[in-house]
């Protein structure tokens, strides 16, 4: 009885802690999501049932303007066959010069759905939804937006296309009433036939500009998801974006974790 | 019209989820990555086959299988990421790789029960058998006629051509169903830890020189009777799925079916008509029956 006890302690601490040593079909490091590391994700929901919590730093070294951190905790849970609901609240510096949709401490909720798995004939497809409430800092009006997801694979290589439209409740000044964004990226496991830990990511993307008159934000990324554990996938990534704005991004960087439960 | 008709839903599940789950790997690692290695050996072997036709002999039975092999002795911690060994198989015939994958989540679930400290082994094999059968995906827990469901016309195309990958095919479901016995009744953690070694040894010796003789694959209810005659359904349902192994071998491997919509066609409806548990009333392959042959 007293193991059992020990091994429930442990259960929790480690869980707490993201450290739980492995059961098998966990948290899968071949499963994309938004930000882990980088900007796009793949057209599948976790598995129904299964709880994950994801984190990550992402900071933007600006042509223009000072640096900007952001902090991105997350919860993610299979509500429902091939859905997946989320729960995120963006935490940035310098919240009071944001412009644009999101917001410092805005309550974000997402759905994604994906109505299929991948065939010899059909790729993989898959709906987001998502609405960010003005709880944040400086924050008005319910902001929404819809992407579509297609993810298509070539041998190992996979092909994923994201296409989203946001729309902002309450645009302020100069801000843009709605804005489109477009990613197209491949991942790739690494290691084959002898690991597969690794999946190696790349994206090119563009999206309009949060004020109007400006250049679309035009730029690339690349990561790294490192499956650490069944349950514990670390991730890293880097990006520049090479047109845009005059406070575009000179450098992006994400480093983050998911663990699965 | 054909891209309709593969329209297919994903349907990942997580695992039934408790404070054993991590029993096996935790406590008897030396057992889970033999495991781990079995998970890379079905998906290469179907992967490999698809891609060649099931015409050519070195490529399974000198190259994939040699992949197989090396990737077993690697020891892998983690279980692989099946999709990445097998992209073309997952596309063609995903409904059978995610009833395979809840199968062997059922597997993994009674061998962490049986490593475990868990106070009521009975109580929580019997939960996650019911979690299990759940599923739509869940394979039929009833006693299936195992030799007329390897009597088709393309049946024992795979063993036949490739009796080597065969043979290393069915040491892994030697594996799987050998190490019941044992680790339930081996009282402590350094007692289970023995208890598998002999069986390690043996499947070990089977990879090395696999046992091309044998005709039928290995049955729960032989390598572990105490396991088979106190979970007859689970027992059922392994053979049952260790049977489906089989059949998709035969299907990929044979010119009988000859293209991809081809197997996909047969498997889909060999897994509809006798595996799944929802085909339960109408399935002709159940032994109703007390002579079963093996």
Known sequence: ?261 | MAACSQFEPRDKRFYYRAFWNFALREDLAELDSEFNGVDFGHSNLYENLLLTGGTDVPAIEDRAREETLAFIASKPRLNPNEEAIAPTYMKLAWRAQNTFDEAHALHRATYDIVVSDEPDKDRAIRNVLAYYQESSYAITAKKLDHHRLDAFLYSRSFRNRFPLFNATIWAYHYLQVAVYDPLQAARDLETKKQAVRPILLTYRHYLDQPQTQWTFMPLTAELSPIFAARYPEIANIFDNLHMLHDNISDILASELVPTWEDKREEIYRILNTYYLATADATNPMIVTHAEHRH
Do not use: C, W
Request: hydrophobic letters at 40%.
């Open chain 1, 1 to 261: 009885m007293r193991n059992v006890t020990l091994r429930t302690f442990r259960f929790f601490a480690l869980m707490l802690l993201g450290l739980l040593p492995a059961p098998l079909l966990a948290l899968d490091h071949d499963n994309l999501d938004p930000n882990r590391p980088i900007g796009m994700e793949d057209a599948y929901a976790i598995p129904k049932g299964e709880i994950g919590m994801e984190g990550g730093v992402r900071f933007n070294d600006r042509r223009e303007g000072r640096t900007r951190v952001t902090f991105q905790p997350q919860i993610i849970y299979g509500a429902f066959d091939n859905a997946q609901i989320e729960i995120q609240g963006d935490l940035f510096t310098e919240p009071n010069s944001l412009v644009g949709a999101s917001k410092s401490g805005d309550l974000h909720l997402g759905l994604l759905y994906n109505f299929n798995t991948e065939t010899l004939a059909l790729p993989a497809m898959a709906l987001r939804v998502e609405t960010d409430l003005p709880t944040g800092v400086n924050s008005r009006g319910v902001d929404t937006q819809v992407t579509g997801i297609l993810t298509r694979s070539f041998g190992r290589l996979r092909a994923h296309l994201n296409a989203g439209y946001t729309v902002l409740g309450l645009p302020k000044g100069q801000e843009r009433p709605g804005a489109y964004r477009a990613v197209a990226a491949v991942s790739y496991p690494l290691g084959y036939p002898d690991s597969f830990r690794d999946t190696l990511i790349a994206s090119v993307y563009t999206r309009e500009s949060d004020l109007r008159g400006q250049r679309n934000h035009t730029g690339v990324e690349v990561g790294i998801r490192h499956q650490l554990t069944s349950r514990l996938v670390v991730d890293a990534g880097l990006g520049t974006e090479f047109a845009g704005p005059a406070d575009r991004a000179a450098v992006l960087g994400t480093v983050g974790l998911s663990v699965g439960f």
